[in-house]
Structure formats: structure tokens, C-alpha cells
């Protein structure tokens, strides 16, 4: 398969702009990440990724100009005509949103708005959606099956029946409905090796030193693993921290994830502090502190760059 760069904006949009799905073992979903650039040099005009749960299967930006597939089974699996409904999709859905919300991105000096589409399926249930947001304005979600939408902040403004009426019988929508589930279901089947598999975590707890501006620290990095679902938290003398963490969930180059859990000491003795981790792929919990305990120890992460903008953007250089 070919190489290219991949911005990983995506992964981080949703989970902001959705739970995934894959952390419940009766859920399963196909869902589409978008990021719409106005004025992030470092993005394309529109870059989207294709999730089946918490696995990245391909990905497409107005640059690149196809969908490129990121796991050589459903490369394989699915038809040239396939591919080429998904890049329409893409490209119409990237028409229908910088139509609608460009005037929003000027008016409120937006840099870049994030969009969601796809289903999920549970044992009787299926959803169908298409949702869009900018950070600090509003969104609006959109159900296929209900043919409704709802908004929030100024989005609001789009939630009116002629602009619903367009947006509805748009073809790509359409496609979207009528297709997404068979896609998913044929997906499942061709990936359900990828899926089922599980990855150890290795686990580190690294001292950070006091600067000027902030105090001494802790960080527990916890890699590589999957599934995404994980289990992970600070003990202080053996009980379970309830607030002060900061915690970042990054996606590795390799189709693993990556977190970090963050902790002030605030004049108190590093010992006290355990980091305690539970998965999938554990027989048991681990427990690891500064000097030690259980666990692996800390994994490299690869020869992908990541360039992190959370809270903004976040994006990771990958190939295949």
C-alpha cells in the first residue's frame, strides 16, 4: 500500500464530538471524521478518516484527491465502486457544510469546523447520523432514521425547513443511509481479526521537574495498547484520585493507542502516588510508581512525528 501523510485531527474530533464505539462489545460502528479547514496552513481544505470502532480504515483530503485505505482487508474486501461512492460522499458532504457554515467561520473568526457521519449498530438498534460543530459556537445532529435535526448555540440558525429539506434529499445523504450499515456490517466481517485483538500496555511513571511556572509533577504513560477502552487513574496512598488529572489519549502510528495521565504533587511526597491501569488485554490490574512496581516498561512510539494543537487541532504524520 502507499505511503502518504495522514493528519489524525480526526481521531481527536471524535472523541470530542461522540463516544466511540467498539468500548461496548454489543455496539459496533463505521463512522467518518472531518475537518474543515478555513485558515490552518498545516491542514488541507478538508481531510476526513474512516473509523470502523476504534480502528482507522482509510482516509481522504482535498489535496490527496481519493480515498486511500488504511488496512490492507478492507483494501481488498471492497469494491473500486466502493471507493468511489466514498470519495462523492466526501467531496459533497465538504460542499454542503463550506456552504452552510463558511459565513459562520467569518463572523466568528473560526479557523477550521469538525464534521461526523456514519451508523452504529447495537443488537436492535441502528443509527444514522450527520453532525457538525464549531468549537465554541454550536452544532448541529442530524438523524437519518428520524429525519430530524437538532442545533445548539448559533447553529441554530440552520435548524429550519427549508434548509433540512436541501439537506435531506442531498444525494450524499442519501448514500449515507442506504449504505452505511451494509458497509459496516461487511466491514465487521472483514476485520473482525483486527478488531479482536489486544495489545499490552506497557505503563512508566516519569518525575517532572519544577520550572518557573509550574510545580513538580508525575506522568503515567501507558503504551502501546488496544482496544481504545482503558481503564486508568492516580492512587494517592492507595485510593483513587479524584480530580487534578490531566488526561491525553493519543492514537499511535501503528493502529494502538497512547495515554498520558498527569498529576501536581503540589509539595507532596512523589511516593505517595501510584498509577493504576486495568484492559482488555490484562489477566490483572497494574500498579506502577516512580521507583517501580508492576507492569512493563515504557514502549517506543514510533517513527511517526505528532505535532500536538488539542484543544485546536492535534495531528500525526503516519504512512503505511
Same mark, same amino acid.
Request: charged letters at 15%; one cysteine or more; proline letters at 3%.
Given at each position: 500500500m502507499q505511503s502518504y501523510t495522514v493528519p489524525a485531527t480526526l481521531l481527536f474530533a471524535a472523541f470530542s464530538l461522540c463516544s466511540v464505539s467498539g468500548d461496548h462489545a454489543d455496539s459496533h460502528s463505521l463512522k467518518y471524521f472531518g475537518?474543515?479547514?478555513?485558515?490552518?496552513?498545516?491542514?488541507?481544505?478538508?481531510?476526513?478518516?474512516?473509523?470502523?470502532?476504534?480502528?482507522?480504515?482509510?482516509?481522504?483530503?482535498?489535496?490527496?484527491?481519493e480515498v486511500v485505505p488504511r488496512q490492507q482487508w478492507i483494501a481488498n474486501g471492497f469494491t473500486a465502486e466502493y471507493w468511489t461512492r466514498q470519495k462523492e460522499i466526501a467531496d459533497t458532504i465538504h460542499m454542503i457544510v463550506s456552504e452552510q457554515?463558511?459565513?459562520?467561520?467569518?463572523?466568528?473568526?473560526?479557523?477550521?469546523?469538525?464534521?461526523?457521519?456514519?451508523?452504529?449498530?447495537?443488537?436492535?438498534?441502528i443509527h444514522l447520523f450527520v453532525k457538525f460543530a464549531i468549537q465554541d459556537v454550536?452544532?448541529?445532529?442530524? !438523524? *437519518?432514521? &428520524?429525519?430530524?435535526?437538532? =442545533?445548539?448555540?448559533?447553529?441554530?440558525?440552520?435548524?429550519?425547513?427549508? !434548509? *433540512?429539506? &436541501?439537506?435531506?434529499?442531498? =444525494?450524499?445523504?442519501?448514500?449515507?443511509?442506504?449504505?452505511?450499515?451494509? !458497509? *459496516?456490517q461487511k466491514a465487521l466481517r472483514l476485520g473482525d481479526a483486527a478488531l479482536e485483538r489486544r495489545v499490552v500496555p506497557g505503563v512508566t511513571v516519569l518525575k517532572r521537574e519544577p520550572t518557573a511556572d509550574r510545580g513538580e509533577g508525575l506522568r503515567c504513560v501507558i503504551t502501546p495498547f488496544y482496544p481504545r477502552a482503558i481503564n486508568a487513574t492516580w492512587l494517592r496512598n492507595g485510593q483513587a484520585v479524584s480530580n487534578g488529572i490531566n488526561e491525553i489519549l493519543l492514537p499511535n502510528h501503528d493502529d494502538t493507542y497512547r495515554m498520558e495521565l498527569l498529576i501536581e504533587l503540589q509539595g507532596q511526597d512523589p511516593k505517595m502516588y501510584s498509577c493504576q491501569v486495568q484492559h482488555s488485554s490484562l489477566s490483572e490490574t497494574l500498579t506502577m510508581t516512580l521507583r517501580g512496581g508492576v507492569g512493563g516498561q515504557h514502549k517506543a512510539f514510533g517513527a511517526s512525528s505528532i505535532l500536538v494543537l488539542m484543544a485546536t487541532l492535534v495531528m500525526i504524520v503516519g504512512t503505511l
Open positions: 475537518t474543515y479547514s478555513l485558515s490552518v496552513p498545516e491542514l488541507p481544505a478538508f481531510a476526513r478518516v474512516g473509523m470502523l470502532d476504534d480502528l482507522q480504515i482509510d482516509y481522504f483530503d482535498s489535496s490527496l484527491k457554515l463558511r459565513i459562520f467561520g467569518s463572523v466568528f473568526d473560526i479557523s477550521y469546523f469538525q464534521g461526523l457521519w456514519g451508523c452504529t449498530q447495537s443488537e436492535n438498534t454550536g452544532e448541529i445532529d442530524c !438523524d *437519518l432514521v &428520524t429525519v430530524n435535526c437538532s =442545533a445548539t448555540g448559533i447553529l441554530i440558525l440552520l435548524n429550519n425547513a427549508q !434548509d *433540512l429539506q &436541501t439537506f435531506f434529499n442531498n =444525494a450524499a445523504v442519501q448514500a449515507v443511509k442506504s449504505s452505511c450499515i451494509p !458497509d *459496516l
